[in-house]
């Protein structure tokens, strides 16, 4: 069985979601430091001009390095209506918009105050649009004390996995060595991104890669997911 883990992101990229497509479980890693000016409160979208950053604006949290599971909204910011508005204006021609907007109308007037429970629920719902129906868990909930390499190896043996699906950035600091001394397979994802077509495209030259799945959903409706698993994974295969 092959576990994949991350962090839960503000409206994921297309990457995301292909790691969810080639494991059998996925974990959130709701329980694991937060990172300032990355992808766990933003992510981006298309427009006319090019790449538009949407950010969910977060309280300042008293502990300099907090757990994302400790991360609280700032909803004295009117962003839900500017984020709404930006998918409006840029999406509202795409073919898929009027399919799939209103999950996001009604996302957007709800006020969730912990970052984790909105990016979870964005993750869950763009899973079922695309079909993806795997059992999922919270690091939080499986109660491991371990931190680093040995985190994710006592989560595979607690989900009883034999195989860890890591992301390309992986090899930067995974301990691979400890994978062999417990019997688990470590399998990097190496994601190639696909060219599709997308609103304000004039051909293959003007595609703007690592944007928000949702770009390629309004875009390309229930075709997504094939899309999106284009590129297989071997999970029989390792390359250390």
């Known amino acids: 069985m092959t576990v994949s883990v991350h962090q839960p992101q503000y409206l994921p990229w297309l990457g995301y979601f292909h790691k969810i497509y080639y494991s059998d479980t996925f974990v959130f890693f709701d329980d694991v430091q937060y990172k300032k000016r990355e992808y766990q409160n933003r992510n981006r979208i298309r427009t006319k ?17 907090p757990n ?8 004295s910011q009117d962003w839900r209506s500017r984020h709404w508005r930006a998918l409006y204006l840029n999406y509202g021609r795409a073919a898929f918009f009027k399919k799939y907007s209103d999950f996001f109308e009604d996302l957007y007037k709800k006020e969730y105050k912990r970052l984790t429970d909105l990016n979870i ?37 607690r989900l009883k996995a034999d195989t860890y699906l890591s992301g390309i950035g992986g090899k930067d600091y995974l301990e691979e060595d400890k994978f062999k001394t417990h019997s688990i397979k470590l399998v990097y994802q190496d994601f190639k991104h696909p060219i599709y077509t997308q609103l304000n495209m004039k051909d293959e030259k003007d595609f703007i890669p690592y944007l928000s799945v949702i770009d390629l959903i309004f875009n390309h409706g229930p075709k997504s997911v094939d899309i999106i698993g284009l590129h297989k994974i071997d999970t029989d295969y390792t390359d250390f």
Do not use: F
Request: charged share 20%; hydrophobic share 35%; net charge negative.
């Open 49 to 65: 001009n090019g790449r538009m950053w949407l950010t969910v604006p977060v309280v300042k949290n008293e502990e300099p390095y």
């Open 68 to 75: 994302i599971s400790d991360v609280y909204i700032d909803n």
């Open 121 to 157: 629920c964005i993750a869950r719902h763009i899973n079922s649009i695309l079909g993806i129906d795997k059992p999922i868990y919270l690091s939080s909930q499986l109660d491991i004390k371990t931190t680093g390499t040995q985190h994710i190896i006592d989560v595979c043996k």
